[in-house]
T-cell receptor, first 113, second 114 residues
Framework: AQSVTQLDSQVPVFEEAPVELRCNYSSSVSVYLFWYVQYPNQGLQLLLKYLSGSTLVKGINGFEAEFNKSQTSFHLRKPSVHISDTAEYFCAVSDRSGNQFYFGTGTSLTVIP | DTEVTQTPKHLVMGMTNKKSLKCEQHMGHRAMYWYKQKAKKPPELMFVYSYEKLSINESVPSRFSPECPNSSLLNLHLHALQPEDSALYLC?????????????FGPGTRLTVL
């Protein structure tokens, strides 16, 4: 079975500053990894995903994430955040059959003007 | 069309009412999902339909009854709910059931049970 840990439940950051949201997973098998964003009062939107290949994955809205197999991490980064990035961010992991899919507990990103 | 739509956006119901939530997608996806999300928590999977057949039921109480009339439509019938069932109910779809995990989510129905 897999599990996902998002250690930071809340991350405040000033506008135009860089941000990193941390995600660690545990699994005994190869996995797919995802970051989803949920804006207030909305559903979830896929930011990016790692399936295979290059460990640096670029997503929408200027976000990117790096898969680190040795550290079992998939941290999300953005070099310069905007007010509109204020949202809840969920990391998720899936086994390669897709039968097991788990969300992390979420990180609330607040961008301060 | 890359949208998953859900109706209604908001629903308030009493514990003796019967109501239904509706979800629709026209992306040709063959897998559809219902999730329940409480405030400040991640979504919890309730049901998965694959090719219009129920493939996963995550031990959801029988007061929630899913239905998939066709490949584009997914309903969730509600009956005799409890106040603790108040939550955001999210529908999602994917091309096939969870092979690469990518799911497209609707905006959700905010349900309040009085």
């Amino acid at each position: 079975a897999q599990s996902v840990t998002q250690l930071d439940s809340q991350v405040p950051v000033f506008e135009e500053a860089p941000v990193e949201l941390r995600c660690n997973y545990s699994s005994s098998v190869s996995v797919y990894l995802f970051w989803y964003v949920q804006y207030p009062n909305q559903g979830l939107q896929l930011l990016l995903k790692y399936l295979s290949g290059s460990t640096l994955v670029k997503g929408i809205n200027g976000f990117e994430a790096e898969f680190n197999k040795s550290q079992t991490s998939f941290h999300l980064r953005k070099p310069s955040v905007h007010i509109s990035d204020t949202a809840e961010y969920f990391c998720a992991v899936s086994d390669r059959s897709g039968n097991q899919f788990y969300f992390g507990t979420g990180t609330s990103l607040t961008v301060i003007p | 069309d890359t949208e998953v739509t859900q109706t209604p956006k908001h629903l308030v119901m009493g514990m003796t009412n019967k109501k239904s939530l509706k979800c629709e997608q026209h992306m040709g996806h063959r897998a559809m999902y219902w999730y329940k999300q409480k405030a400040k928590k991640p979504p919890e999977l309730m049901f998965v339909y694959s090719y219009e057949k129920l493939s996963i039921n995550e031990s959801v109480p029988s007061r929630f009854s899913p239905e998939c009339p066709n490949s584009s439509l997914l309903n969730l019938h509600l009956h005799a709910l409890q106040p603790e069932d108040s939550a955001l109910y999210l529908c999602a779809s994917s091309p096939v059931a969870r092979v690469d995990g990518t799911q497209y989510f609707g905006p959700g129905t905010r349900l309040t049970v009085l």
